[in-house]
């Protein structure tokens, strides 16, 4: 938790205290289903909490902004990012059910009032939103594919609407096809380590109707 306040000073005691149960909460979920891998969960807060805020550093969302975030898993990079934007309404969704089960009941356990789950597939989601946040979960062809028409016209925020995914290794070949594709690294904004997936890709993209 130390570590979410070293890189967020500015959390409130209802963040902060949401934060520290989030520890909780996983380790719980994590004796029934496997949401979180063994080794991670007790890195918790440096490669899923700090890492998913990492989006944070490269976009601040409004209030009454919309995020989507697709293939959420056990709510990464959403759940986080909720906490921390408690005024921007964040669209979490999974096509695996049992892992939207453990995202509602983290949801709930922490009183978010800010969060919608959605068992789907993220090509059945209705409606427009600001960005959609994801992570480790396709290649950017296949999501771009999945998620073209769901971006909202109207931007208010610093980086146009768009894709925020946390990547890593070398992405050249990945976006080739996508020229106003910019990649931001981790290490610029952290001291600590995020493993192999150490960059923020933003890809604006246009809305399609
Ligand atoms: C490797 S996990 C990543 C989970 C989480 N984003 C994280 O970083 O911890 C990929 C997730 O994407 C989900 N997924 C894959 N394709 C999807 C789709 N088309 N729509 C919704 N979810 C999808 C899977 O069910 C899985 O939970």
């Known amino acids: 938790m130390e570590l979410i306040l070293k890189y967020f000073p500015d959390?409130?005691?209802?963040?902060?205290?949401?934060?520290?149960?989030?520890?909780?909460?996983?380790?719980?979920?994590?004796?029934?289903?496997?949401?979180?891998?063994?080794?991670?969960?007790?890195?918790?807060?440096l490669r899923h909490v700090l890492h998913s805020l990492g989006i944070a550093k490269i976009q601040q969302f409004n209030p009454g902004a919309k995020i989507l975030d697709v293939g959420t898993g056990g709510g990464f990079p959403g759940i986080p990012l909720a906490i921390l934007f408690p005024e921007t309404e964040?669209?979490?969704?999974?096509?695996?059910?049992?892992?939207?089960?453990?995202?509602?009941?983290?949801?709930?356990?922490?009183?978010l009032q800010n969060v919608k789950t959605t068992n789907a597939r993220v090509e059945e989601i209705?409606?427009?939103?600001?960005?959609?946040?994801?992570?480790?979960?396709?290649?950017?062809?296949?999501?771009?594919?999945?998620?073209k028409g769901k971006i909202a016209k109207?931007?208010?925020?610093?980086?146009k609407n768009g894709i925020l995914y946390l990547k890593g290794g070398d992405l050249s070949e990945e976006l080739q096809d996508y020229k106003t594709a910019k990649i931001y690294n981790?290490?610029?904004?952290?001291?600590?380590?995020?493993?192999e997936t150490?960059?923020?890709v933003h890809l604006p993209l246009k809305y399609k109707g």
Not at 17 to 26: I, W
Not at 90 to 109: A, P, Q, R, W
Not at 154 to 159: A, D, I, Y
Not at 186 to 195: A, G, M, N, P, S
């Open 11 to 45: 959390l409130s005691e209802d963040q902060q205290t949401k934060f520290r149960k989030l520890e909780e909460l996983y380790k719980d979920w994590n004796l029934k289903i496997n949401v979180v891998s063994r080794k991670d969960i007790d890195e918790l807060y």
């Open 90 to 111: 964040f669209h979490l969704v999974d096509s695996i059910g049992k892992k939207i089960k453990v995202v509602e009941e983290v949801s709930e356990g922490l009183q």
């Open 126 to 147: 209705k409606g427009h939103f600001d960005f959609i946040v994801s992570r480790a979960v396709a290649a950017m062809p296949t999501f771009v594919h999945w998620t």
């Open 154 to 159: 109207k931007s208010n925020h610093e980086l």
């Open 186 to 195: 981790l290490t610029d904004y952290f001291e600590e380590d995020f493993y």
């Open 198 to 200: 150490k960059k923020v």
